[in-house]
């Protein structure tokens, strides 16, 4: 079997590394990002503050008690989204097929490069070059798969790099804590370090059932995992920059209740597979077709979101400013474009951890029961509204025809 060679690349503590790229007074000391208030979020956090037990996620004002000496900064999304472009840019001139995970994490497959260079040689090269040219620290893992270069990644930070040869899969994996697998979050690490599972030699030297019998079809992935065993392929880049839906009514309307209540539902539509993409929008466009087919648009800058509570008044807003004829309307349609790789962490800078906990959870029922199992009273008329594919699944985006309802 030719042997693969896939590379992971991340950007060491993204939001802090570029706050200390634009003010130097911040290198050394530290630094959190995020929420500036006493329900806000920790976006990001600087090595410095870490071994005070903060880490990002977590409330900022547990954070600032944990470690009162550092520096709080509220952060700027586009500000870390120009720098996110801008080494997606070095990668994309430089590799053959790679995958943005994130705002500030990448994959790329290299195999088959050693008939011209060696592949370490030349990831070692590409990350120079990254270094050199936006001035952020890099680390990378090299492996024959994702999942082992990604725990390389993480073991070769801060600002370094690791290459796994094949065959030493295993014993890297080995004396690493059962944490430091994808996939393994704090209540799948509680349930094994209950069981005396504190390393991933425990887990592979287990039998496969029992892994499946104590966490069900998870346990056959992390024991698979463990092993130094990964399957799942690179997903080649496609930066998709609009979604949008639009919908023509079966019998024109001037009814604003039902006009806005299908607004909003599209809003929240659309903001759910913002989210589950780890997307954001800066740009909302409205647009209306009135009974005489005459079309008008009207579109907002914003700064970079996801949130529904941000979304859905602004759609509607911009609604509002645009229906002047005073005509029946035959189609509405809301478009988010200006949209960027990265986490929701960039909406921590705004966000209470309430507001965010309320979203995870939201989500997490749509995810497990379907779109449509949570709905606002307002929105439950607009029936033909979500359950749309995965518009960020690395395809080119389908037309589809107005669907109506």
Known sequence: MKEKSILHLDLDTFF?????????????????????????????????????????????????????????????????TKYSHLITDIIKSEVPSFEKASVDEFYADLTGMDRFFGIYSYAKELRKKIIKESGLPISFGLSQNKVVSKIATGEAKPNNEIRIAMGD??????????????????????????????????????????????????????????????????????????????RTFNNDT?????????????AESLAYQLRNANKLASTLTVKIRYSDYQTYTKQVKIPYTSADHILSPKAIE???????????????????????????????????????????????????????????????????????????????????AHRKQ
């Open 16 to 80: 802090v590394s570029v706050e200390r790229l634009i003010n130097s007074e911040l290198r050394d000391r530290p630094v959190l990002v995020g929420g500036l208030g006493d329900r806000g979020v920790v976006a990001a956090c600087s090595y410095e503050t870490r071994k005070h037990g903060v880490h990002s996620g977590m409330s900022m004002k547990v954070a600032r008690n944990l470690c009162p000496q550092a520096t709080v900064i509220k952060g700027n999304a586009s500000t870390y």
């Open 318 to 400: 911009l609604f509002e400013n645009l229906y002047q004829r005073r005509v029946l309307i035959r189609l509405i349609g809301l478009k988010f474009s200006g949209i960027v790789g990265g986490n929701y962490q960039i909406n921590l800078f705004d966000d209470s951890e309430k507001m965010l906990q309320l979203y995870q959870s939201l989500d997490h029922i749509k995810n497990r029961f379907g779109e449509r199992s949570v709905l606002r009273a307002s929105t439950l008329g607009t029936r033909s509204i979500g359950g749309m594919q995965n518009p960020f699944n690395g395809e080119p985006p389908i037309v589809l």
């Open 254 to 266: 001037i009814d604003m209740t039902r006009l806005k209540a299908t607004l909003q539902a599209m």
């Open 169 to 246: 899969e295993k014993a890297f994996l080995a004396p690493l804590s059962v944490n430091k697998i994808p996939m393994v979050g704090n209540k799948t690490y509680q349930k094994l370090i209950s069981l005396g599972v504190q390393h991933i030699k425990t887990i592979q030297e287990m039998p496969l059932e029992m892994m499946e019998s104590v966490l069900g079809k998870n346990g056959k992935t992390i024991w698979m995992r463990a092993q130094g065993i990964d399957h799942s392929p690179i997903i080649p880049f496609y930066e998709r920059k609009s979604i949008s839906m639009e």
